[in-house]
């Protein structure tokens, strides 16, 4: 190895690279993830894979909010709630059709979101946390009681699509993959760096001239999108919608996904998404383990692997280089 | 032609008179220094000129247009730009990706900001960090870093607050002749410090505050021979 550096900052990778970078080991990802049928058939199997994918679109859509942008929320599953709440009602008291109600899903819960985010602007660490989390309980406490209109805990059928469970997996691999995509256009765009310097130093970012006030309002409001997007769909795949969707343990799972695989990190929460949704299946015969196991996980990356389980591959990927 | 005019800006917390009735013109290329003892307002008048404080009365005009109640964002937008004196870099954003943030907000494309952003990068002498995050500088190169994000775009007046304050002494010498060659190119400065060689050095007129108001404002070596100018950092109308 040499030691001179040929010129200025060429060892410094942008934003925009690193970006890059990760989008093209998601893609990767994503290339297995669309092979795995070849060699699994099993319905329980790809079922479990579906609502991994599920939770890899929750996990992206709260990884752009929370590991780009800063703003710790706690309240994705309550956004895929909503988004399921809409074309589930839209399709019981108005038959509109299931693409219809997805579309509306994501534009209902990207407002509640753009709501939601206008409110809670002026709010930091903790006190967002708390504040998204109260508004998580109360929609959910709403969701379950009005019981005239939302059959409340007994859940609402949902219409369910004419297609076989492989077409389901693709169509949620495509969902994935086309929001990916448009996740990594926004990050490679100067979003990206807004999104980050906000997340470093708000005032900072307010002297550079950022707009922090419309920038951290587009986080919350594609972020709700993208969330209520993966809730609709998922009333459909499932047929039901109930108010467990938008359970704090849902949130939970989300986080725990994002931590392990590294916020801020454009492949980690969707990879993190399959490997801890997979592995709390295979956890599930041992019993309520599953839970204590992940929180330790969390806690451990969060305070020693700030970039995850991706931060861990790309230091593993240049030792290996460098020997 | 005056670039910024401040008139009758005040200023209270509570019982306090932070700000008192402060006026001033500044010309443009003028670089004046704004001298005073702790507490005697001088911060927060920078608040109120960038936009993180709202004055209680008075106006202030930049090009003879009146910006007193824009944010933060706006004033940068319109060329002001603030440097604090606790040091604010995006701390977890490499050393080009933050000059990076200031060029792409304030209107330049990738290939500028890039461009611009290197340019300043061996300006300032920072290649050897330039691939680090901000949060591993030292404090002094985290300075010179601020400086860099507030010149992406230069701006009609930069606002430094004590610049100088607990930075390596070759740091002090990159940014004092940083500040002297762009002065040398026309840009107006209002420079806070407490350290008066400097400010002799740099700046040909002085502002001295104290208890919020304007003392003296005159040129440097006659604001700190003034007898007032004297009896305000001595204490003299104290207790």
Redesign the interface.
């Known amino acids: 190895m040499t030691q001179a550096s040929p010129a200025p900052a060429a060892g410094a990778q942008l934003t925009t690279t690193k970006t890059t970078v990760e989008f093209r080991a998601a893609l990767v990802a994503m290339a297995i993830v669309a092979l795995i049928p070849l060699g699994v058939s099993n319905p329980y199997w790809l079922g479990v894979l579906i609502v991994s994918m599920y939770f890899a679109i929750l996990a992206g859509g709260w990884n752009l909010l929370a590991g780009y942008a800063g703003q710790f929320s706690l309240a994705p599953a309550t956004f895929a709630m909503i988004g399921a709440y809409t074309t589930g009602l839209l399709g019981t008291y108005y038959n509109v059709p299931p693409l219809l109600g997805i579309a509306a899903a994501i534009v209902v819960s990207g407002l509640v979101g753009l709501v939601l985010g206008r409110a809670v602007l002026r709010l930091v660490g903790p006190y967002l946390a708390l504040t998204t989390l109260s508004f998580a309980e109360i929609m959910r406490l709403v969701a379950s009681n009005t019981i005239d209109i939302t059959r409340g805990d007994l859940g609402l059928g949902v219409a369910g699509l004419p297609i076989g469970r492989l077409a389901w997996y693709y169509l949620f691999l495509a969902v994935l993959v086309v929001l990916l995509i448009l996740f990594y256009l926004l990050l490679r765009s100067k979003a990206g760096l807004f999104l980050q310097a906000i997340r470093d130093d708000e005032v900072a970012a307010r002297r550079a001239g950022v707009d922090v006030v419309f920038w951290k309002t587009a986080a919350f409001t594609l972020s709700a999108a993208a969330s209520g997007l993966a809730g609709a769909l998922y009333a459909h795949f499932a047929e039901l919608v109930t108010p467990e969707l938008g359970l704090i343990a849902q949130t939970g799972l989300i986080l725990s996904m994002a931590v392990i695989g590294g916020m801020g990190t454009l492949a980690g929460p969707l990879v993190a998404a399959f490997l801890v949704y997979v592995l709390s299946e295979w956890l599930r015969d041992v019993g309520g383990y599953q839970l204590v196991v992940f929180a330790a996980l969390v806690v451990i990356f969060a305070r020693f692997f700030r970039e995850g389980l991706w931060g861990l591959a790309k230091a593993a990927v240049r030792r290996w280089r460098q020997a | 032609m005056t670039l910024l005019s401040v008139n009758g800006v005040t200023k209270r917390y509570g019982g306090l008179t932070a700000v008192d009735d402060v006026s001033f013109d500044i010309m443009a290329s003028e670089l004046v220094g704004l001298i005073g003892p702790n507490g005697s307002g001088k911060t927060t008048l920078l608040n109120i000129l960038?936009g993180?404080a709202t004055a209680d009365a008075g106006e202030i005009l930049l090009d003879d247009t009146p910006c007193h109640g824009l944010?933060?964002?706006q004033l940068?937008?319109r060329g002001v730009?603030?440097m604090?004196q606790l040091t604010?870099?995006?701390?977890?954003?490499?050393?080009?990706?933050n000059l990076?943030?200031?060029g792409?907000?304030?209107g330049l494309d990738?290939g500028e900001a890039l461009t611009r952003a290197?340019a300043l990068?061996?300006e300032l002498r920072l290649?050897a960090v330039?691939?680090l995050d901000a949060g591993q500088l030292s404090g002094g190169q985290m300075k010179l870093l601020e400086f860099g994000?507030c010149f992406m775009v230069p701006p009609r007046i930069a606002l430094l607050d004590e610049p100088f304050a607990a930075v390596h002494p070759t740091m002090k010498e990159i940014m004092g002749a940083f500040i002297r060659a762009r002065h040398a190119k026309g840009q107006t400065f209002i420079l806070v410090s407490h350290d008066m060689p400097v400010v002799v050095e740099l700046c040909p007129r002085a502002i001295c505050m104290n208890a919020g108001a304007v003392v003296i404002d005159a040129p440097t070596r006659e604001v700190l021979n003034d007898a007032r100018v004297i009896e305000a950092y001595l204490g003299g109308h104290a207790a």
Do not use: G, K, Q
Not at chain 2, 88 to 97: S, Y
């Open positions: 960038s993180l944010t933060p964002e940068a937008h730009m603030r604090f604010r870099v995006f701390r977890r954003m490499n050393v080009i990706d990076l943030v200031a792409r907000a304030l990738h290197h990068i061996s290649d330039a691939a994000v």
